[in-house]
């Protein structure tokens, strides 16, 4: 099976490293919230930003363009144990997919001004979508980061 995917746009971030940025899988504990930063949608795919300045929060999925490998098993920051990938928001993926929730702050023509900016400068952007009530979800558990949040 081959799946092509095309960037829709790119992030422009405060963040210009990877090194930069310490992805905990929940920001609020690591500021990321009020960090503010931009995404370009490409010119071609601006008529697809119509009537989304209704929605106060977005989804973006993006790809973790600087990640030249992967590991199934990864030390997340502030963890002293290896975890296996995907029970964390490590960027050392298989298929280098990340996404994270940004709140917006304004439309201008094919730049979104967002807050909750945590990926890198030039992320390519594979995706955006509206943050709806159907996201929320209630009573979660966040196995291992459950006695990590307790830490700090």
Partial sequence: MRIDIEP????HSPFKRKE???TL???SATGFDD???????FK???KGLKDIEGFSHLIIIYFFHKIESYSLH???YLDKNLRGVFSTRHPKRPNKIGFTIVKLLER????????????????????IKPYTHRDKKENIKIGWLE??????
């Fill in 8 to 11: 829709i746009g790119i992030i």
């Fill in 20 to 22: 930069d940025i310490r």
């Fill in 25 to 27: 899988g929940f920001s």
């Fill in 35 to 41: 960090v503010e930063g931009e995404i370009e949608v």
């Fill in 44 to 46: 071609k795919y601006e």
């Fill in 74 to 76: 990864v030390k997340p």
């Fill in 108 to 127: 201008n023509k094919n730049i979104l001004k967002v807050k909750g900016i945590d990926m890198i400068e030039g992320s390519p952007v594979l995706d």
């Fill in 147 to 152: 006695g990590l949040l307790n830490k700090y």
